[in-house]
């Protein structure tokens, strides 16, 4: 093959690692059909009165929660790697977008909308970069501690933030606190009739959801809602509804906005990136594994820049992997995306043809599916699991919690990300190190501060640390390392360092040994290096360690430089 035959190739394979549609569409077995279409027809009944819902709950018309139900799935389908993901509108992010905005003052709700599509916009571009760096660890950063309080935390701003509709309220303020203050100075001015439908559709959808798991329990209460309404007039009665709907697909286009607009709102847009980058690949990964497939963490980076990207061209807001709506997916056999484009079909002739039938569309309503959506969110069970596994990352947790409660969603999440990458450096700047001695009757070692039966070996000073030997604890462990030696109420001839559970060293770490063998060297006493692996070993030999303590290879273990040792079997011939 010649080099442009080579190019060419090269470049189809880039376009297809791109577009893994382009990979598994041709490949597309007829059989799924029936299973995606089904899975697809259900989605969407369960997702057009939740795409409304979460719309209002962002502060936007309920038809904005339908065109980033059409433009996110569609946007999708072509650059996952997921196959049961679903995208769109989700709770936590519209609630982040309507908390950042609350105490801004903007002229119309034309203008509200535009620089929430910039939001979605501005994700998706960050997205799109931390895809072309290959950033997709960047979903190891947030621990399931902090994921856990932020969830349960976001889970509670939205349930208080959706009391007042459920009472027939208006005018309460964002903030958590006041917004709890607001309604329990109010309570004598509940709507009754707004109250009752609110709470009617709550009993409604859980016993239809306890009772008949797989039917479109949202689709099923909005329906039975509007019929509702519209026959005995609850709309006359103080009980607000949704009104007319305009009819037709989005306009797409970017919205109006100032260099201004980007610098306000590139705040908001990273956080919402880290928690729908989060939410979406912990989605996917979950999905992946119980049917035995792979994800491909960078691309799914991209799948989500592009449905942002494609949502606020769509007059949409930002979006992410909704957990319920792809339990939904699964449970009604989708087998690829073909299921989310299906579903995103529905909608489109939905908002060209049927916008007229939410006109009776009541606001307690909207409120008990948005209450109804995030009630599993509040996971105290799951708090208290992680407590009795580890003390610290509760505290984690919990901070996070009341992060996102005192300070907001965005704060929130940005908290208990500082928190566990602090964390992270405290582990590795004062991790555990000691001395280590022979397991009794065997030829192992093993801690002698966990187990003081293990036996010191005459002659010789053996110590561990167990975390990366790197700049952040190198001088710690030098210290720790002589106070130990120095404790030593018997002659010390050799000093073996184990490295079993040090996996990488750096430059600091190998200068503090350079430092530690001409210590060791005034006071007699030889340095060894045991069990390095192959990276710290290399690094080891570019410094020039090994000339100074001896051959440095795989088989360099405590056991063999004790044989090699001469003294030690003077000591026990």
């Known amino acids: 093959m010649n080099s442009r035959g080579i190019s060419l190739e ?33 989605l969407a009944a369960f997702a057009i009165p939740d795409n409304m819902a979460y719309a209002t709950l962002a502060g936007l ?85 902090v994921m856990k309080g932020f969830l349960v935390g976001t889970g509670i701003v939205i349930l208080v933030s959706q009391i007042p509709k459920l009472l027939g309220l208006s005018g309460a303020p964002s903030a958590f606190f006041e917004k709890i203050i607001y309604i329990l100075q109010n309570l004598s001015e509940t709507n009754l009739y707004a109250l009752a439908l609110g709470i009617g559709a709550l009993l409604l959808f859980f016993a239809l959801e306890h009772k008949f798991p797989r039917l479109p329990g949202s689709l099923i209460v909005v329906v039975f809602s509007i019929i509702l309404v519209w026959l005995t007039g609850l709309d006359e009665k103080g009980v607000e509804i ?92 989708a087998r690829t995306q073909l299921a989310g484009a299906v579903a995103a079909g529905v909608i489109i002739l939905v908002v060209l043809y049927l916008t007229g039938f939410f006109y009776y569309l009541a606001e307690p309503v909207i409120a008990a599916l948005i209450v109804v959506a995030v009630f599993k969110m509040v996971d105290i069970a799951g708090l208290v699991r992680i407590g009795h596994i580890n003390k610290t990352e509760i505290y984690i947790a919990l901070i996070t919690f009341g992060g996102v409660l005192l300070f907001g969603i965005l704060s929130g999440v940005l908290i208990g990300a500082a928190l566990s990458l602090i964390e992270i450096l405290y582990r590795f700047t004062f991790p555990h190190m000691g001395g280590v001695g022979r397991i009794p009757g065997t030829n192992l070692f093993g801690s002698t501060a966990r187990h003081p039966e ?40 050799l000093a073996i360092v184990d490295l079993d559970l040090s996996p990488i060293t750096d430059v600091t770490a190998v200068d503090m040994i350079r430092d530690l063998i001409t210590d060791l060297d005034r006071r007699g006493i030889t340095l060894r290096l045991a069990n390095a692996s192959w990276q710290v070993r290399d690094v ?26 001469e003294d030690v079997h003077s000591i026990h011939p």
């Open 242 to 333: 949704v009104g007319t709907i305009p009819q037709g697909l989005p306009d797409l286009g970017m919205p109006v906005f100032s260099a201004g607009d980007v610098a306000l709102v590139f705040p908001l847009a990273v956080g919402l990136f880290v928690l729908s980058f989060v939410e979406l690949s912990t989605i996917a990964r979950t999905y992946a594994k119980a049917h035995d497939y792979e994800i491909d963490n960078n691309q799914e980076l991209l799948a989500l820049g592009a449905s942002s990207v494609s949502v606020g061209l769509g007059q949409g807001f930002p979006i992410s992997g909704s957990f319920s709506k792809t339990a939904v997916n699964d449970r009604n056999g």
């Open 540 to 565: 080891l030999r570019a410094a020039g360690i090994e000339e100074k303590v001896g051959r440095l290879d795989r088989t360099t273990t405590i056991s063999a430089i004790l044989e090699q040792d």
């Open 61 to 145: 018309p309920p038809e904005y929660g339908l065109y980033a139900g059409i433009m996110a799935p569609l946007a999708y389908f072509f650059f996952a790697t997921s196959r049961h993901a679903s995208i769109g509108p989700s709770s936590s992010e519209a609630i982040m977008v309507a908390t950042f905005f609350a105490a801004m003052v903007i002229s119309s709700p034309e203008e509200y909308a535009g620089i929430v599509a910039l939001t979605a916009i501005l994700v998706g571009v960050i997205a799109v970069v931390a895809w072309l760096l290959r950033l997709g660890f960047l979903v190891n950063l947030i621990s399931g501690p």
């Open 10 to 42: 090269a470049a189809k394979r880039r376009v297809f690692s791109i577009m893994p549609v382009l990979q598994w569409l041709p490949l597309y077995d007829r059989k799924w059909l029936k299973f995606d279409i089904i899975a697809g027809l259900t």
């Open 454 to 493: 293990n036996e010191a070996v005459p002659g010789v000073f053996i110590f561990r640390i167990d975390a990366p030997l790197i700049f952040a604890n190198a001088e710690s462990f030098k210290e720790n390392f002589l106070k130990t030696l120095a404790k030593e109420q018997r002659p010390i001839h």
